[in-house]
């Protein structure tokens, strides 16, 4: 038993016993049993808290590698994947007062080969052979043959000796044959049998009946002269362009031009679905970075090209391209399609 302790109240006298039970060493053993059950509840109550987080706090690092998995894959196919998967896109391009001998008559379009570390002579020559194999009538280059590397310009240019057409080959030159070196350029073409022209034009005739082909000077370092180039061609002729930067539909407003063919975006590289290209090095923007748009009486063809350029040789949903075109009278149909038309809109062949 414990000891029972008094204390004086007022006045001296005696207050109430208040018995405080010292506990005994059994009291003492349970005491402890009690705060040890405790303890194992509240560590099996904090694990268990602990376990339930444990999830959630690993979602965001099960989602972060996903998506560094994702982005890995896309780098992935860009880079080594999508500008090897070279298309051929066709278009049959009706034009009003076409002479029914020019009736079918195939274009095949080059554009932007970027002849360097990633685009290889031996990679050019197999597109020559698969564009020889089209049998096209007139073949067009639209420019940057190389990427500002001068030892590249002869490889180019005899790579492309092997093209093969009817009425021949015709090539402009792009910015990047300008900052390597323009003569150069332009002379392993000719030496390869291509026709280069800077604001010139040349007749393509079958028959007694004929067509023009201009050739425009680069917008960004040539002097384009679109007055000299069309010098000669009225509004009654038939008249096919190619120039490298698409902004030179810009200076045709009202001049006798039907279909001019351009390259230079190659298509914007990067295509984002629900945004489209990224960027665009043209005055006219990322919308036109690739396909047919009409401005006034002039539809322009921007075709994505065949190389990519040093420093970002990368493509995604913007795959290479070799442009075949099939010339078309205009009937009734074609007619009214064209006038309907919007001004710088998209529209298909």
Known sequence: MGKIHRSLGEGGLESPARPTLEPSGQGQANSLKRMSRQRAREDRD??????????????????????????????GYSTLVEPGLMRVTEHEVRISGLPSAFDGLKI???????????????HVRRIVRRVNAMHPDVIVL?????????????????????????????????????????????RALRESGIDVLFDEKRRISIGRSSIWLV??????????????????????????????NPDAVLS?????????????????LINIPGVGPLWSTTKLGPKYSSGLFRFGDTRMYVCRGVGTGTGYHIRFRCPPEISVFTLRGAGPDARRRIADSQPGSPMSF
Request: include cysteine; hydrophobic fraction near 40%; aromatic fraction near 6%.
């Open 46 to 75: 904090s694990t268990a808290i602990h376990q339930r987080a444990k999830p959630r706090r690993g979602i965001p690092k099960a989602g972060a590698r996903l998506l560094l998995s994702a982005l890995l894959v896309a780098v």
């Open 108 to 122: 095949v379009q080059l554009s932007d080969l970027h002849v360097d570390i990633w685009t290889r002579p031996k």
């Open 142 to 186: 639209t420019g940057d043959y190389v990427s500002r590397t001068e030892a590249n310009i002869g490889p180019a240019g005899d790579a492309l000796a092997g093209l093969k057409s009817k009425y021949g080959a015709y090539a402009v030159l792009g910015n990047h044959d300008y900052w390597t070196d323009a003569k150069l350029m332009a």
């Open 215 to 244: 050739g425009f000077d680069d917008e960004w370092e040539g002097n384009p002269d679109y007055e000299k180039a069309l010098n000669g061609i009225s509004s009654n002729d038939i008249c096919i362009a190619i120039a490298h």
């Open 252 to 268: 045709l407003d009202g001049r006798p031009v039907n279909l001019l063919l351009t390259g230079h975006t190659h298509g914007g």
